[in-house]
């Protein structure tokens, strides 16, 4: 997949689409994957059992990084999983008016998420080599932005046309196959525009491999350099418990389309932006306890909405557009410190054992969560969850940040 390379092109061209393209199949994957099954009749239970499985691929996708480092390009391996992502979707819509429905879309839903995490890797293998670092500070809220505008046409535009089409008397299987079948179009799109329009970074090239190792060595070696870096084991329970699995309130399909995939998103892109910006500007150590903060203070909202039971929509827009306010400040910090760890050689594979170690920590607790909803309530289940947050005001005082990480650097 080659095409006639372009003149370097301003980041603005291809940050926003590549982290588009990042977020739909994630957020189809672990989030509307849920409202989709709760709609054809899933209990909760299996629902969260079987989809909390789809997190397995962002979490061992750290191990099928270094084929990605060492064969083909990281806009090559773009490219390919795009048209891969593109086809499952499809794939999932065609199985959903069949009796088998649970079975196969599973299937497709699990190739979507592999496909979905190797683009990961070669996407933010990608941004790393595209970008100065200084830069990558000043986009990491741009990269979180345009990811959350993936998720208004997933979790927000692709839920409440399918609440519209089941409004309208269509059957739910065929109301949500022609949203997924629109989503795969979508990827069908960003497939050509990123054909042309992705450049080609000096550094984007197979990593050079040692003549006297064999593949098995230097896949061993690449994991070892990553094990070995200073401070490993407070920079591991920092990525388990920084970001914590939350759950849902219990919402109509509608409702949570509304309330999670507008206001919500919106909220967590303004989050973002500033997020990226204050870095820039002051460094990750100086906000990391305020971004902390951001992230997990706002899960008392929660508790609040599951304790009062607001009907107000006006009220519940409010509380999530705060919490998802904070979400998205704080989880930029998050983000530049996988950076900062990953820096130095195969920083794609390493960074790519950063995000999966990220989405264990989500997976486990989210497998849970679904019995532990409906063991404890919805009230009980929140004042569960504000106590797991504990951790994550532990975290960041065991870590060592560089003060100047982040920051703007001055130009010649």
């Known amino acids: 997949m080659t095409a006639q390379k372009p003149k370097l092109r301003n980041p603005w061209a291809w940050v926003p689409s590549l982290y588009v393209g990042e977020g739909i199949p994630y957020i189809m994957a672990v989030t509307v994957s849920v409202v989709l099954y709760k709609r054809l009749g899933i209990s909760n239970t299996d629902i969260a059992l079987y989809t909390s499985w789809l997190y397995l691929p962002w979490v061992i996708k750290p191990f099928w990084s270094p084929f990605v480092e060492f064969f083909k390009t990281k806009r090559f391996w773009i490219l390919l999983t795009q048209l891969l992502i593109g086809a499952s979707l499809a794939c999932i819509a065609f199985t959903l008016p069949g009796s088998r429905f649970f079975q196969y879309s599973l299937a497709f839903f699990w190739m979507m998420a592999f496909s979905s995490a190797t683009h990961d890797i070669a996407a933010d293998g990608y941004y790393m080599l595209g970008l100065p670092e200084d830069l990558q500070a000043a986009f990491a809220g741009v990269r979180t932005t345009f990811y959350r505008i993936a998720t208004i046409g997933t979790k927000g535009g692709l839920v409440i046309f399918a609440g519209y089409l089941e409004g309208s008397g269509h059957d739910i299987p065929v109301a949500w ?168 050689e195969h920083k794609t594979v390493h960074y790519a054992i950063s995000t999966g170690i990220m989405a264990l920590g989500m997976m486990i607790p989210a497998m849970a969560s679904g019995w532990l909803q409906e063991q404890l309530g919805y009230q009980n289940y929140f004042l569960w969850v504000m106590a797991a947050t504990i951790p994550g005001f532990i975290v960041p005082a065991l870590v060592k940040i560089d003060p100047e990480f982040g920051k703007k650097k001055e130009r010649g």
């Open 177 to 344: 196959s022609i949203p997924l079948f629109l989503a795969a179009a979508v990827f069908g799109a960003l497939f050509l525009y990123h054909f042309f329009v992705l450049p080609y970074p000096n550094g984007d090239r197979p990593a050079s491999r040692s003549s006297s190792m064999s593949f098995g060595s230097e896949y061993l070696h690449t994991f070892g350099l990553f094990f070995r870096k200073k401070g490993i084991v407070t920079i591991l329970v920092f990525f388990l418990f920084y970001r914590r699995s939350k759950g849902g309130l219990g919402l109509t399909t509608s409702e949570v389309g509304i309330i999670y995939g507008t206001v919500g998103v919106i909220a967590l892109m303004v989050g973002g932006l500033l997020g990226g910006y204050a870095i820039y500007r002051k460094g990750l150590k100086f906000w990391i306890w305020i971004m902390v903060c951001a992230m997990q203070l706002p899960n008392l909202i929660f508790v609040y909405v599951s304790q009062a039971r607001p009907d107000n929509l006006y009220l519940i827009n409010l509380c999530v557009a705060l919490e998802q306010f904070g979400n998205g400040f704080g989880f930029t910090a998050f983000t530049m410190f996988m950076i900062m760890v990953s820096e130095g």
